[in-house]
């Protein structure tokens, strides 16, 4: 490991649809369900884990800030101030507009009150010519004194590939919390794999002799809607394995589906598309590998 290893803490804040899930899903190099714009969870969560040469940095989710309404507004944004306290950078997306809104104006002057060195991303420049980008530019700065001014498309991958870079600057030396295989550390995710295994398991009663195991590959929220697609994976030992979990013209499948969908929708309060599939991995129970990869290791 190199000596100098740094690790730290970011946030990304933004509105809904400024690009939050793409820029990270471009930064990882990888598609995973990351941020749902649901902000009713208080508790800072982990969201996407980058460890490169240089260092690791952990990425967290902030609740909501906005201008408040009511009293769970003025508490949701406490409870946002209170993270930009904690973290080491605070990364803030917005889109390449030449006049700065109501809402930004206002996050702005939240920020104003924190010591974090905020870096604004301008992201979806794609979008705009060069003219403008500089004009929005000039206006940010104005606005307020950000360490750092990024103009970028999550979406091409425009001026993305430097943005770990940019946020090694502004970190520390530091230990590495995480392993640097691990990109999310996602318990959802991993109760709706529990939730699926469990339901099979018991639909298929004892006619899996090895068991199974449950991968969820994708869980995305859809936009603008309050729909969770889940793409999962059954993973068996062996093909006749394989014919008893899909069933008679995909009957058990389907069967399975139904159930776990219904749990997961409960546990996610909200509706959900899933499909699973089925797989088969020889010996997966004896390989290290593919048990990490299944959560497995406690
Ligand atoms: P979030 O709500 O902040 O997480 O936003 P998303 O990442 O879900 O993106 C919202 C929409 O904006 C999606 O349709 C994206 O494809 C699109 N989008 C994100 N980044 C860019 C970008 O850089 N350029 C363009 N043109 N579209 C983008
Ligand atoms: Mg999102
Ligand atoms: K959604």
């Known amino acids: 490991m190199n000596r100098h290893f740094k690790s730290g803490f970011v946030t990304i804040i933004g509105r809904p649809n400024v690009g939050k899930s793409t820029l990270m899903n471009q930064i990882i190099g990888q598609k995973i369900a990351i941020m749902s714009d649901k902000p009713q969870t208080t508790r800072n969560r982990i969201q996407t884990i980058i460890t490169t040469e240089a260092g690791q940095i952990i990425f967290i989710d902030t609740p909501g800030i906005h201008k408040p309404k009511h009293k769970l507004g003025e508490y949701m944004n406490k409870a946002a101030q209170n993270t930009f306290g904690q973290v080491d950078v605070i990364m803030w997306l917005v889109e390449p507009n030449k006049a700065i809104g109501k809402g930004d104006q206002f996050i702005i002057e939240q920020l104003k009150s924190v010591k974090t060195p905020v870096i604004l991303v301008i992201n979806k420049v794609d979008t705009v010519s060069k003219n403008d980008i500089l004009e929005v530019i000039n206006t940010y700065k104005d606005a307020y004194d950000f360490a750092e001014i990024i103009p970028a498309s999550a979406l091409t991958g425009e001026n993305t590939e430097t943005i770990p870079d940019i946020l090694f600057k502004y970190l520390e030396e530091g230990p590495q919390f995480f392993e640097s295989d691990m990109i999310t550390d996602q318990p959802e995710r991993q109760l709706v794999a529990e939730l699926i295994r469990e339901k099979a398991l018991h639909l298929l009663q004892q006619e899996i002799p090895h068991g199974i195991a449950v991968v969820i590959d994708q869980m995305k929220d859809r936009q603008h809607k309050a729909i969770v697609d889940i793409d999962a994976t059954i993973i068996c030992e ?47 129970r004896d390989s290290d590998f593919l048990l990490k990869n299944f959560g497995y290791n406690k």
């Open 238 to 284: 062996k093909d006749s394995h394989k014919g008893i979990i899909i069933g008679k013209q995909g009957a058990m499948l389907k069967k399975i589906g139904t159930e776990a969908r219904k749990d997961v929708e409960h546990l996610l309060g909200s509706k959900v598309n899933m499909q699973i599939w089925v797989k088969i991995k020889k010996n997966w």
